[in-house]
C-alpha cells in the first residue's frame, strides 16, 4: 500500500478526547465522527481525501474510543505518521483499516506539504529525503488491506 | 520464568511467551459498557457471526452516559439491551449498578492470573488483583465475542517499587500521580509495569485499584500487583470461579524506579497531561468552580469516607459531586452515615456511574470553569470545551470544596 498526500502536522500526545470529544461519541454514524475530527485541538482541521497526519509521540493516547481512528479515516485521511503510538489507538487504527506508520519525520516536514509513504517497504519520504519506519507484522498488513478487521473476518469463519 | 504479563500469557495461549513475541490468547472475561459496545456489537454483527463464544464470560456494564441522557443514547442503550437479552448474555448491569471498573471485580471476574479484555483503556485496573487486563477497542471486543480470543504482543515490563510508610493526607492518588510525574504519559507505552515495595503492600484493595487504574495513564498496557492474602480475602466468596495466582519468576524486566513515599506532599496533575504533576504547595490557592469525587479511580467507599471526614461539620464553597462508583458502594456509604455527613456539608450525591468525567454527562464543565477532580484524566477539553481540570486525591478534593479553592488537606486533618 502506497500513500501519496498533503500533510497536517501536530505534536506529542495527541490524546483521542481532542481527536474526538467524549459528547460526540453516541452514534453509529461515522459521519458523524468525521464531522468532529480534531475539533479539540484543531479548528480548522478540513482535510482532503488523501491527506496524512503527521505528528510526534504517543498520537491517540487515552481513551479505547474507536471512534478516534474512526473519525480521521472518515475524514478523509489515508494515513497516520508519528514517531510513536499509543497501544490501544494503534490497534484501533489498524482494526477500522486506518493505516499507521511509526516513523520520525515530524521534525522534517511542515504543514500542507506533500510526503509518500510507503506501507510495504516502510519507507516514508519526505523533502526529497528518505525515512525508515517499523513495519508491521504480515497479519497486521493483512488486515490492513483488507480493509480492516470485520472486513478481515467477515467470511472467513 | 518471566514477568507475570509473560507467565499469563504464557499459561493461557499453552507456550512459553516473551516480550515481543505475538501471542493468539484465550480470553477469560470480556467487557463492554453501553458507549463501547455500541460500536463493538456492531462489529460483531458485520462479521457476520450468529452468537457470542461464551455470553457467562461477556460483561456489559451500563456507566458512561446513565441514565440516558438522550433519546439518541436511550435508543442505542435499548439496543444493547436487546442484543444482550438475545445473546443470552445474563452479565449485564443496568443504570445505577456502577462503573465497569468497579463492578468487574466486586462482582468476582477480576481474579489472579486471568486474562481480561475489556473495550475501555482504565481495564486495567484489574491488575490490581493479580490479572493482565487490558484495555482494546470495540472491533477487537467484536473479535472476542465471536472467537473468545485475541493476538497480543507480549510486553515488555516496568518495575516500580514504592516503599515507605504513608503520612498523613497521603493516599494511593498522590503515590501513582507522584509516578506517572517521572515514567511521563507514554514511558510506559505498550509496557506492563507491576508495582511491589511495602507501600504497595501496605494499600487496601481499594488503594491498589486506584494505582493500576491510572497505569494507562503512562501507556502503560497493564498495571500489576502481585497477589496475596488481602487479594484473597476480597476473592473469598465472590470469584466466580477458582484462581490460581500467578507471580515472576526470575523476571527481566526493561526499567526500574524505586521510591521512598514517606515524605511526599499531596500531588495534583495540571492540565492538560497527567504527567504534569506538582506538589500541592506550588497550585494551592488557585480557585475552583466544580469538585467532583467519585470515577473508577477514586470513587470508592474508602474514598467517600476519607471525605466525609475532611467534610465532618464543614460547608462546601463550591459546587462538589459525589458520585459513587457502584450501587454497592452507594449502600455502603448510606448505612454508615457518609452519605449523610456529605449531604449536610453541601455536597450533591449523583447515582452511580463515570458522571462528567469523560464530558458527556451530569457536572460538564461550562467554558472558562475548572474543576478538582479525583478522576484519572485532565486532557484539553476532557470534561467541557474550554475548560480545566486538575487531579487529586478525595482528601486534595474534599478540602478544595471547603474553600473553593485548590486547599492541602493536611490542613484538615
Redesign the interface.
Known sequence: MKFRGKVWKYG??V?T??II???Y????DYNVFAEHAME??DPDFKPQKGDIIVAG??FG???????APIALKYAGIDCVVAR?????FF??AI??GLPIVEADVADAVSKGEIIEVDLDSGIVTANGKEYTSTKL?D?LQEILEAG???AY???R? | MGTISEEILGKAAGKKASAGD?VIAPVDYAMSHD??S??AV??FR????EKVWDPKRIIIPFDH?VPAN?E??AL?QKDIREWAKAQGITNLYDVGEGICHQLVPEKGFAMPGKVIV????H?CTYGAFGAFAT??????M??VY??GKL?FRVPETIKVTVDGKLAKGITAKDIILRIIKDVK??GA??KAIEFYGEAIRALSIAGRMTICNMAIEM?G?AGIVPPDEKTDDYLRGRAVEPYRPVYAIDAHYCEEFTYDISDISPQVACPI?VDNVHDIEEVEGKDVDQVLIGSCTNGRYEDLESAAMILKGRTVKCRTLIIPASRSVMIDAVDSGVAATLLKAGATICNPGCGPC???HMG?LAEGERCMSTTN?N????MG?GSEVYLGSPLTAAATAINGKITDPRRYL
Do not use: H
Open positions: 506529542d500526545n490524546d478526547d481532542v470529544p467524549g459528547k461519541l453516541r452514534s453509529t479539540g485541538i509521540n504517543n493516547c487515552g481513551s479505547s474510543r474507536e471512534q510513536s503510538f499509543a497501544r490501544i490497534r484501533n482494526n477500522v507484522p497479519f480492516g478487521l470485520v473476518r467477515r467470511g469463519r | 505475538f458507549g463501547t455500541v460500536l456492531k462489529a458485520e462479521m457476520g457471526v452516559l438522550n439518541n443514547t442505542l475489556g473495550a475501555d483503556s481495564t484495555g482494546v477497542g470495540a472491533t477487537d467484536a473479535e465471536s472467537s493476538w504519559t507514554d507505552a505498550y501507556g498496557k497531561d469523560l464530558g458527556g460538564v484524566r486532557f484539553k477539553g476532557r470545551k
